[in-house]
């Protein structure tokens, strides 16, 4: 009977309705309130792409969702984000506690830092680099990065199981055989004596690339690096059980390459991603130049 009052209230008064069904008005509201809303199919398309995007990027706020639903073609807003992720319970992978890999008791010299009251405009102007720790199901393995703190693209990276300093001199050759050296170019590191080691900065010096290292138990003189330590650990490290240290090669250099550096958006780069914010940069270069020939 309510049914009836509720499909013919189009195009009849309610209250005659009501009355005609001899049914109070108040009944009919209340059954109104209770009954199942229409599906909006839109809606439901856009909770299986935000449960995609969960799924691929877990340390994804609402904010960063809806910026990467924006660059794919979605008209949505932060608030709608907001709410279906809340109805979905899509919360975010609790962080973990950061633990230091760095030795700088050694013997060899330390370099001054030369980032801090740099200006970086381009890419290939100051590199940064980093080392992290990887546990595995029985030994812990170790990954040295290096990215280029303008767009901060990662462009060479290593993974073995000791912390001597043929990994980071891997990465390093990776990254040179990759973007290879404009003038100016300054590599920033902590005082690790990985990037301390004769090997390591005599290689920097036969590329002439400038030196630089952070100050003593300062690790925001690396912020750039160290935050995207976190961005790796939480969005891949922690979501995959590695069984092995080729395992893990194959994971996090997939990760590296085709997704943080090519899908994931970053807040600091106006929510483009790092391969995207690069290319813009070099179209533009290339631009002026033509107009300026």
Known sequence: MLASIRDLSSSQPVNGLCQLAHVPRCTYYRHLQQSPKAIDPYETELQSRIQS?????????????????????????????????????????????????????HRYLVYPNLAREHTVDGPNQLWVADITYIRLAWEFIYLAVLLDSYSRL???WAL???LETSLTLTALQ????????????????????????????ALLRHHNITISMSRKGNPYDNAKVES???????NEVYLVEYRSLDDAQTNIAHFLQNVYNQ?????????QTPQAFEDRFNAQSNLEATLSA
Not at 263 to 271: E, I, M, N, T, V
Request: hydrophobic share 30%.
């Open 53 to 105: 995007l969960c799924i691929e990027f877990p340390r994804y706020g609402y904010r960063m969702v809806t910026k990467q639903l924006q660059a794919d073609g979605c008209r949505v807003n932060h608030k709608r984000i907001l709410r279906l992720m809340r109805r979905d319970n899509l919360l975010c992978v609790r962080k973990r506690h950061w633990i230091s890999t760095t030795q700088s008791n």
């Open 154 to 156: 990662a462009i060479g």
């Open 160 to 162: 073995d199981r000791s």
């Open 174 to 201: 990776m990254a040179l055989k990759r973007r290879g050296v404009q003038p100016g170019l300054i590599h920033h590191s902590d005082r690790g004596v990985q990037y301390a080691s004769d090997d390591y900065t």
């Open 228 to 234: 995207f330590m976190k961005t790796l650990k939480q």
């Open 263 to 271: 899908r994931r958006l970053h807040s600091s780069l106006g929510y």
